[in-house]
């Protein structure tokens, strides 16, 4: 199900604010009490204006949002924040946020509190989407969720319950970086190590086999297009195989394949009880037939490797909410805080 | 740290039994609610007298043990009982306990508390023993914790705050059966599916990589002894290795590696606070120069091979409690329901 919408007049009390800070936009948007959308808005995120004035904007922006819509200060639970990147998140600090240049060792968390107003609940942008999904998407009926993110590179979180798991040195569900080959043969990851998933699966290592294969000849309808200047894409991959290119076909398959792989060893791991698949890198997604094909082929995997009970009972869906999953799971995990400090009195 | 004990006059109440179901025995054991040893009992299964006969036998030893101490039901919160093998949790059902013929599907919980008179907890034995590492044991001082058991196969468990992760089809936390090789090529692990960590690190597995390694004509002095009669096994390499062979060493440190690769995929799904390795197969553990060398180099692949903010805070040490983890923390994870039952009340 897509993202809700609501009026304020008719919205369940208190209001959560979501933000989610990207490398290029930032989205934030006002929640309610069941997490549907109030409002939101989206603005370049300036990174090369530096952290504090970035702090300043995204607390600015926060509460313009709320002054527009009329609602007191009274009637906000808490703020959310996802970023990407490495963090501490119990220090609320960004660590080397790699797509944030210039915003290393900086104290987010309190910074954009002191701007905005209110307390600061703060998450890896993967984890916020992940709860995004649990909360109000794909995964809103099931307890446990694991969410991967296909896009430049694997991301990944871990619902349990009320627990999302950030780690104890805020590297939890680093899902992308699980190994799936040990061998010195194995790809290597755009972090430098061996055999992790995200160097066979991301888009970025879609865009490399399908470069590698080109350089040793691969026969297939891609080769003109990039030809005549086209650059290889997930999505130029997608408009081939849809015109039927078996070698593109192959490629799709192969990526879901590694993909299964990967699921498989986290099914081990975590057996949520159902698996939501995100990200740019959908190849149509749900409303597309190879989407679809692109799905039953990573389960089909799963069900060659997986423990039987967990193989026929998996739950394997596309992410619902698209951009918006991370600034409403923002808004959920706030909540959450807001919700036990309130029991807690 | 080993299991402390504690007269019954001094211990804390409530007091919680953990039983720990095996095919061959059957340890149970009185423990205080700060998780001190009160009194332990071990006994013969008996499996083939079949599991209503089993049941019974475990609810009167949990009787006579809490009679001979002079505790009345009044001072026993719960009883907390670990099986092995594929089960249903929430319905406390055994499914298919490999070790323990004749007792599939059966309602294992709710006649063992039949017997007993209490209400009983169930979990996966590995759950089990992962709960009483993290309570009192090596654990002790971590937030958030993954076990390994290394024995005839690769058991595992992990500990997140009170959330024991049991998964949502009771197959979570099977932490042998994470994939570290894709490829055809790969090992087969007894559960019959490729490149498994169980089918590289596990007892069995150690022996057949020896068997090969024999078989092609290894130089080592194993090979005597073999041919003197005597069996392969962790024990024997490990004595060879004492003595310096140097096969026997690098087949141990092989193994180390092997482990710590299938670590590290775990430590980017979870990022614990530490890990524990339990289980038979530890080369003479924390005692031992050898078991140390062990350890080392596990924690040098995963060095390797890890996020560097991970790597650098792991704290990775063997089991302290021995054969005792399992019911110590069968026990404790009663605990942890009759404390959510008496808040809820």
Not at 174 to 189: F, L, P, Q, S, V
């Amino acid at each position: 199900m897509p993202a809700r919408q609501v009026a304020v007049a008719e919205a369940a009390r208190p209001f959560f604010v979501g933000i989610d800070l990207g490398g290029t936009n930032t989205k934030l948007g006002v929640v309610d009490d069941q997490g549907r959308v109030v409002a939101q808005h989206k603005m370049p995120s300036q990174i090369e204006q530096g952290p504090e004035a970035g702090a300043r904007r995204m607390g600015e922006a926060v509460r313009q949002l709320l002054q527009d819509l009329g609602i007191s200060a009274a009637e906000v639970g808490r703020v959310g924040l996802g970023t990407p990147g490495t963090m501490d998140i119990p220090a609320g600090m960004l660590i080397r946020p790699h797509n944030l240049p210039g915003w290393e060792n900086f104290p987010i968390r309190d910074r954009v509190s002191h701007y905005c107003g209110y307390p600061v609940t703060f998450a890896n942008d993967a984890a916020a989407a992940a709860y995004g999904e649990y909360w109000v998407g794909s995964g809103h009926r099931w307890q446990s969720m694991l969410l991967l993110t296909l896009g430049t590179g694997i991301g990944g979180g871990i619902v349990i319950g009320q627990l999302n798991i950030q780690g104890a040195h805020s590297h939890g569900a680093e899902c992308g970086h699980i190994i799936i080959d040990y061998n010195e043969t194995a790809r290597t990851c755009p972090c430098g190590q061996k055999g992790h998933l995200e160097g066979y699966a991301s888009a970025t290592a879609v865009v490399q086999r399908l470069e590698e294969a080109l350089a040793q000849g691969a026969e297939t309808s891609l080769r003109r297009r990039v030809e005549q200047g086209e650059k290889l894409s997930p999505l130029l991959l997608a408009q081939e195989a849809e015109k039927g290119d078996p070698f593109a076909l192959n490629m799709i398959q192969e990526t879901a394949r590694y993909l299964g792989i990967g699921i498989t060893s986290l099914l081990h791991t975590i057996d949520p009880e159902g698996v939501v698949l995100g990200g740019a890198m959908n190849f149509g997604g749900a409303e597309s037939p190879l989407g679809r094909q692109f799905l039953q082929w990573v389960r089909e995997e799963i069900q060659r490797r997986a423990f039987p009970v967990v193989a026929q009972n998996l739950n394997l869906e596309f992410a619902s909410l698209g951009g918006d999953a991370g600034f409403i799971g923002a808004a959920g995990l706030a909540r959450i805080d807001y919700r036990q400090s309130r029991a807690a009195l």
